[in-house]
């Protein structure tokens, strides 16, 4: 039972150019909602979150867009580097329990 | 900046071995997290930890894990007789609040031959 869902294992984008990572839930009940980022052999590193409060959150070169109605997130990269490449992975949770992860998308950024 | 430190980063162990992965999570947060990710695999969450006692478990949480806050900094996660398919990255998190995000540490990794 995939509560969080990434569609997409794995996303390729040219530098400098939006690189759009999606996020679908079953749970209507969570109400946090976070992105990681996460290279090879290291552990998640957390990016920007949302709350089920809010449709949209901004940091940076980051932006979270959260969709209730639809049950979907999305994450925008804007302007996307070199350095962005990794595995990113959507999680969420309901308050006082435990954070569930989408399997994870590999974004590519191309030179 | 505080982080999550997982020792050891490697570890190699029979099988039907006991393995103790410690972590010492950022001191002034109170939720602490076990996950896993087998190589390829999701990250997958083991178990959860407030006030000393285990708030939510999976059902990979079985009677051979067990954790422990030993001392009020270390978080230990205990696997009492190691399976093959126990080999993962296992993974320490802690948050500070209930509804906040959790920082990770860097892993350990786990080969049971």
């Known amino acids: 039972d995939q509560q969080v869902k990434q569609n997409s294992p794995s996303l390729s984008v040219q530098e400098g150019r939006i690189s759009i990572l999606n996020c679908d839930y079953t749970?209507?009940?969570?109400?946090?909602f976070l992105w990681y980022k996460k290279y090879p052999a290291e552990g998640p590193t957390f990016l920007i979150s949302?709350?089920?409060?809010?449709d949209k959150n901004e940091d940076g070169r980051f932006t979270v867009f959260l969709n209730k109605s639809a049950k979907h997130l999305s994450l925008h990269i804007v302007p996307s580097q070199p350095g962005d490449s990794a595995v990113y992975f959507c999680?969420?949770?309901?308050?006082?329990?435990?954070?569930?992860f989408g399997p994870g998308t590999r974004l590519s950024v191309l030179p | 900046e505080p982080e999550v430190t997982q020792t050891p980063s490697h570890q190699v162990t029979q099988m039907g071995q006991e393995v103790i992965l410690r972590c010492v999570p950022i001191?002034?947060?109170?939720?602490f997290y076990w996950y896993r990710q087998i190589l390829g695999q999701k990250v997958e969450f083991l178990v959860s930890?407030?006030?000393?006692?285990?708030?939510?478990k999976s059902e990979i949480f079985d009677d051979q894990f067990s954790v422990e806050r030993p001392d009020g900094s270390n978080f230990t996660l205990k696997i009492r007789s190691t399976k093959l398919e126990d080999s993962a990255m296992y993974f320490c998190?802690?948050?500070?609040?209930?509804?906040?995000?959790?920082?990770f540490g860097q892993g350990t990794r786990l080969t049971v031959v």
């Open positions: 998190a802690s948050s500070g609040e209930a509804n906040t995000e959790a920082f």
């Open positions: 749970n209507s009940m969570f109400d946090y």
């Open positions: 949302i709350s089920s409060i809010k």
């Open positions: 999680a969420a949770k309901v308050d006082g329990q435990n954070f569930v």
């Open positions: 001191s002034n947060h109170l939720y």
């Open positions: 930890f407030y006030n000393n006692e285990i708030s939510e």
